[in-house]
């Protein structure tokens, strides 16, 4: 948000009163809000560049994995489905990442920064009203960029390489009409457990006034669980680590889908969402608003 939108949301709320606030804190008016925003913008801006600068790689560069290999990078250029697939395990990894917490951290500070914050609750709004309205918007808009990227990813890759079906790296392949079902569980899951970042930078971003703050160290929290992931010698205890279960979802792509990893991902982000967004409820309802 730029100094100047925050001037006008400022006036807009002042106007409304308290009788009317409740628009102004309405599902709507913070979806305008989020999608206002130059981060959220550029955001979504870089994640749909991102295939073309896949294709653009790929048509300069040179396989190096061979026919049938055991990479998805290896059969990505064989159509729609390989490439999409490809395109979303690149993006899952920090991108996706970044853009959860983005979406999250930036809801409460971005008006705190510019001193919209205490307009917002000049009027006899409960501020848990408030805070549930920032949050459903940051979760809808996460869920949107994982359908609009997968989608992107599957048009892009048919326009590119043609549509064939899904061939596995390891082996069988997956026709459109078993592929489709199991991708719409692919982007439910990276959704759910996207969540655990989008909860972390919540909480922190009641926290702070520096959006970026708590966009950064949601991240930095991510980066660190992904390296102590890769010591073997924590043994089970790296299950419980944020984003261990993040790549689950490529289990989908055997003939035969093994349900057990998802489901311990499943439960352990939905554990972490509900830990952190308690506590930015908590927080946030004793927090001294002065910006």
């Known amino acids: 948000m730029t100094a100047a939108e925050g001037a006008v949301q400022v006036r807009e709320v002042a106007k409304v009163g308290g009788r009317h606030t409740g628009k102004a804190l309405s599902f709507g008016a913070e979806v305008r809000r989020q999608f206002g925003r130059r981060r959220t913008f550029w955001g979504f801006v870089v994640m749909l560049a991102l295939p073309l600068i896949l294709v653009g790689a790929f048509a300069i560069g040179r396989t190096t994995g061979p026919p049938g290999g055991t990479r998805l990078a290896d059969l990505a250029q064989q159509g729609s489905a390989n490439f999409a697939i490809f395109a979303l395990s690149a993006a899952s990894d920090f991108l996706l ?30 501020r848990a009203r408030l805070l549930a309205s920032k949050w459903a918007v940051a979760v809808a808009s996460l869920a949107v960029a994982i359908v609009v990227y997968l989608g992107w990813g ?21 026709d459109w009409g078993q592929l489709l079902p199991r991708l719409g569980i692919a982007a439910a899951y990276l959704f759910v457990s996207l969540l655990q970042v ?87 309802r004793r927090k001294d608003v002065l910006s």
């Open 97 to 126: 990442v970044v853009l959860a917490a983005l979406f999250a951290g930036d809801a409460v500070p971005s008006e705190a920064s510019w001193s919209t914050l205490r307009y917002l609750l000049v009027a006899p709004v409960p």
């Open 154 to 174: 599957l048009l892009v890759g048919g326009l590119a390489y043609g549509w064939e079906a899904f061939t596995n790296p390891a082996g069988g392949v997956l």
């Open 198 to 284: 989008a909860g972390i930078a919540f909480v922190l971003g009641v926290r702070t006034d520096a959006p970026l703050g708590a966009v950064g160290v949601a991240v930095l929290v991510a980066i660190v669980s992904s390296i102590l992931g890769q010591i073997e010698s924590l043994g089970d205890l790296r299950n419980g680590l944020p984003l261990h279960y993040q790549r689950a979802w490529l289990d989908l792509l055997s003939p035969q889908v093994d349900w057990t990893a998802m489901r311990h991902g499943v439960l352990w982000s939905l554990l972490y969402t509900l830990l952190t967004v308690g506590l930015a409820f908590g927080l946030f």
